[in-house]
């Protein structure tokens, strides 16, 4: 398995402007996703990025809005730009864990995002 | 392309009673198949998941859940209900063993009844 720790737990933010959210893994991971879960729906996988190479985003997601940083094999960080308050949301972080075939991605607790 | 319907966006149950969630995906190859609860304010927690063998899957909890090729459906049960299975329960399916990408119902959220 494995731990993941998200930063901040949740926000208020205004009109505008930008948040960046953290994901720390407590073991090197080569995958790391990034999903939303708007107000009462479902999640909607944003993005997949691996370390070493640029993210790859989802039909209707563009890294101007969502860039994504990947440095290294246990951290990423997802920037929320310009927001609006559509972009309230449950942003989640999730890893892939357990080799070729196991297919299992781990879960962070997600930032709760309120845009004003 | 891959879906997965999942019926019924509320359910209640009582406790001890049975619970069961219903999820039918599509799918252009063998699926991997998972099960995955929400509690309040939490991330997601892994119940059980279905790769290849055995079709019925047990997970934490006292989840189970049930892959049915012919039906396309993969419904998750439990004989009891405990208060503590309060949460949002969601289906997911993945076409790859790579795991790059995971397609979620829309989730059911269960309320347990005394």
């Known amino acids: 398995s494995a731990v993941i720790s998200q930063k901040p737990s949740r926000d208020i933010c205004q009109r505008g402007t930008s948040l960046t959210i953290q994901c720390q893994v407590d073991?090197?991971?080569?995958?790391m996703f990034w999903y939303r879960q708007q107000p009462g729906q479902s999640l909607t996988l944003i993005a997949t990025?691996?370390?070493?190479?640029?993210?790859?985003?989802e039909s209707g997601f563009v890294i101007d809005k969502f860039p994504i940083s990947r440095p290294n094999l246990t951290f990423s960080t997802l920037t929320v730009s310009n927001m609006s308050p559509e972009d309230s949301s449950i942003y989640l972080c999730?890893?892939?864990?357990?080799?070729?075939?196991?297919?299992?991605?781990?879960f962070g607790a997600g930032t709760r995002l309120s845009v004003l | 392309a891959q879906s997965v319907t999942q019926l019924g966006s509320h359910v209640s149950v009582s406790e001890g009673a049975l619970v069961l969630l219903r999820c039918n995906y599509s799918?252009?190859?063998?699926?991997?198949l998972f099960w995955y609860v929400q509690y309040p304010n939490q991330g997601l927690q892994l119940l059980l998941k279905?790769?290849?063998?055995?079709?019925l899957v047990k997970g934490i909890n006292g989840f189970e859940a049930e892959f049915k090729k012919s039906e396309t459906s993969f419904h998750l049960t439990k004989p009891s209900a405990h208060m503590s299975d309060a949460a949002e329960y969601f289906c997911?399916?993945?076409?790859?063993?790579?795991?790059?990408?995971?397609?979620f119902g829309g989730g059911t959220r269960v309320l347990v009844k005394p």
């Open positions: 999730s890893v892939r864990s357990g080799g070729a075939g196991k297919n299992i991605q781990y």
């Open positions: 073991s090197q991971v080569t995958m």
């Open positions: 990025a691996n370390q070493g190479s640029e993210a790859t985003y």
């Open positions: 799918s252009s190859v063998p699926p991997y």
């Open positions: 279905y790769t290849t063998g055995a079709t």
């Open positions: 997911a399916v993945s076409e790859t063993a790579a795991g790059n990408k995971l397609t």
